[in-house]
C-alpha cells in the first residue's frame, strides 16, 4: 500500500513539472497582452502631467508638428516618466478654462437620463416578453431582435428624419428619445426573466400578489446582477457616444465631452490628455464598482438554458 502510494506521489509531480513550463508560457502569453491593453492608458495618464513642451518633442513627428521655438524628436519617443511633472494642464482643463466643466455636464445630462430610463423601459418590456405568448408578441421581439443587429450608424438618418418631423432636432431630446429605447437590454433581460421557475410566480399569485407585485418583487431582484451589467454597458455606451450629438445638435454649446475631445486642436495636447484622464474617471469608478455584479450578470446571462 505504501508503495502504491509513493508510485502515485511521483507520478503527479512527473505531471506537474510537465504542466509548470506550459502555464509559465500562457502567463507570459496573457501578461503580454494585458501589458499591450494597458500601455495606451498607462501613456495617456503620464503624459498628462508632462509640459506643452515635452509633449511637443515626444509626438510631433507623429503628428507632423512643426514650430520655430519648441524642438521636435526625429521618431516617436515614448516615456513614462516626465523629465519634469506638471499639474498645468490640469489647471487649465478644471480652473483656468469653463469650457471642460460644461461638456462633462453635458455629457451627465445627456448620459443619465438615458441610462435610467433605458432600464424601466426595458425591464417592462422584457417581463411582457417573458410571461405572455402570443404571435403579435413573437413579431415584435423578431422586430427587436433585427434592430439590435444593426449597428447604431444605420439608424441615424431615420432618427434625425422622425427626430426633425417632431421638432426636436438641435435639442437633447433629439439624442435622450431614441436612446431610451434600446434593443440590447430588452433583449437580455428577456432572456433572463424566461430562466424564472414558473413555481415562483404560481406561488406568488396564489397568495394575492398582483402582476405589478410580482414584477417588483421577484422578477427584478433575481435580475439584479443583470441590472448592473447593462446599466455599466449601458452608461459607458451613452457616456463615449459622438456620432449622435454631431448629428442632432448644431450647438457646439451643448454637445457633451466626447464630441470636445475630438475636437482638441494638435496644439492643446497638454489640455486633451489631462480632459482624456478625467474623462476616464467616471467610467472606471463606475466599472470598479460594480465589476463583481458585470462578471455575475454576464457568466449568467451566457448559460445556455
Same mark, same amino acid.
Given at each position: 500500500?505504501?508503495?502504491?502510494l509513493?508510485?502515485?506521489?511521483?507520478?503527479?509531480?512527473?505531471? @506537474?513539472?510537465?504542466?509548470?513550463?506550459?502555464? =509559465?508560457?500562457?502567463?507570459?502569453?496573457?501578461?503580454?497582452?494585458?501589458?499591450?491593453?494597458?500601455?495606451?492608458?498607462?501613456?495617456?495618464?503620464?503624459?498628462?502631467?508632462?509640459?506643452?513642451?515635452?509633449?511637443?518633442?515626444?509626438? &510631433? *513627428?507623429?503628428?507632423?508638428?512643426?514650430?520655430?521655438?519648441?524642438?521636435?524628436?526625429?521618431?516617436? *519617443?515614448?516615456?513614462?516618466?516626465?523629465?519634469?511633472?506638471?499639474?498645468?494642464?490640469?489647471?487649465?482643463?478644471?480652473?483656468?478654462?469653463?469650457?471642460?466643466?460644461?461638456?462633462?455636464?453635458?455629457?451627465?445630462?445627456?448620459?443619465?437620463? $438615458?441610462?435610467?430610463? @433605458?432600464?424601466?423601459?426595458a425591464?417592462?418590456?422584457?417581463?411582457?416578453?417573458?410571461r405572455?405568448?402570443?404571435?403579435?408578441?413573437?413579431?415584435?421581439?423578431?422586430?427587436?431582435?433585427?434592430?439590435?443587429l444593426?449597428?447604431?450608424?444605420?439608424?441615424?438618418?431615420?432618427?434625425?428624419?422622425?427626430?426633425d418631423?417632431?421638432?426636436?432636432?438641435g435639442?437633447?431630446? *433629439?439624442?435622450?428619445?431614441?436612446g431610451? =429605447?434600446?434593443?440590447?437590454?430588452?433583449?437580455?433581460?428577456?432572456?433572463?426573466?424566461?430562466?424564472?421557475?414558473?413555481?415562483?410566480?404560481e406561488?406568488?399569485?396564489?397568495?394575492?400578489?398582483?402582476?405589478?407585485q410580482?414584477?417588483r418583487?421577484?422578477?427584478?431582484p433575481?435580475?439584479?446582477?443583470?441590472?448592473?451589467?447593462?446599466?455599466?454597458?449601458?452608461?459607458?455606451?451613452?457616456?463615449?457616444m459622438?456620432? @449622435?450629438?454631431?448629428?442632432?445638435?448644431d450647438?457646439?454649446?451643448?454637445?457633451?465631452?466626447?464630441?470636445?475631445?475630438?475636437? $482638441?486642436?494638435?496644439?492643446?495636447? &497638454?489640455?486633451? =490628455? *489631462?480632459?482624456?484622464?478625467?474623462?476616464?474617471?467616471?467610467?472606471?469608478?463606475?466599472?470598479?464598482?460594480?465589476?463583481?455584479?458585470?462578471?455575475?450578470g454576464?457568466?449568467?446571462? &451566457?448559460?445556455?438554458?
Amino acid at each position: 500500500m505504501l508503495q502504491h502510494l509513493q508510485t502515485r506521489s511521483k507520478r503527479r509531480h512527473r505531471h @506537474q513539472f510537465r504542466t509548470k513550463p506550459i502555464d =509559465f508560457v500562457w502567463m507570459i502569453l496573457i501578461g503580454g497582452v494585458a501589458v499591450l491593453f494597458l500601455m495606451p492608458l498607462v501613456l495617456t495618464v503620464c503624459d498628462s502631467f508632462m509640459t506643452e513642451t515635452e509633449i511637443f518633442y515626444n509626438y &510631433g *513627428a507623429m503628428l507632423n508638428l512643426k514650430s520655430e521655438t519648441i524642438y521636435t524628436a526625429p521618431s516617436v *519617443a515614448i516615456k513614462l516618466i516626465p523629465d519634469r511633472v506638471t499639474i498645468q494642464q490640469y489647471v487649465s482643463t478644471l480652473i483656468t478654462s469653463s469650457e471642460y466643466l460644461l461638456k462633462m455636464w453635458n455629457s451627465v445630462i445627456l448620459a443619465l437620463p $438615458i441610462t435610467v430610463f @433605458q432600464l424601466v423601459v426595458a425591464l417592462f418590456a422584457s417581463y411582457g416578453f417573458a410571461r405572455y405568448r402570443g404571435r403579435v408578441k413573437q413579431i415584435i421581439f423578431l422586430a427587436y431582435l433585427i434592430l439590435m443587429l444593426m449597428p447604431y450608424q444605420v439608424t441615424l438618418v431615420p432618427n434625425f428624419v422622425v427626430s426633425d418631423a417632431l421638432g426636436i432636432v438641435g435639442t437633447r431630446w *433629439a439624442i435622450i428619445l431614441p436612446g431610451i =429605447f434600446s434593443t440590447f437590454p430588452v433583449y437580455l433581460f428577456t432572456k433572463i426573466m424566461k430562466r424564472i421557475p414558473k413555481t415562483y410566480l404560481e406561488a406568488a399569485r396564489l397568495d394575492g400578489a398582483g402582476e405589478f407585485q410580482i414584477f417588483r418583487y421577484i422578477a427584478v431582484p433575481l435580475c439584479r446582477n443583470v441590472i448592473v451589467s447593462v446599466l455599466l454597458l449601458v452608461f459607458i455606451d451613452c457616456w463615449n457616444m459622438v456620432e @449622435q450629438p454631431l448629428l442632432m445638435l448644431d450647438d457646439a454649446q451643448k454637445q457633451p465631452l466626447s464630441v470636445f475631445l475630438s475636437q $482638441i486642436s494638435s496644439g492643446d495636447l &497638454g489640455v486633451a =490628455f *489631462a480632459a482624456a484622464v478625467l474623462y476616464m474617471i467616471p467610467s472606471l469608478l463606475l466599472f470598479l464598482y460594480g465589476e463583481e455584479d458585470l462578471v455575475q450578470g454576464m457568466a449568467y446571462a &451566457g448559460v445556455k438554458e
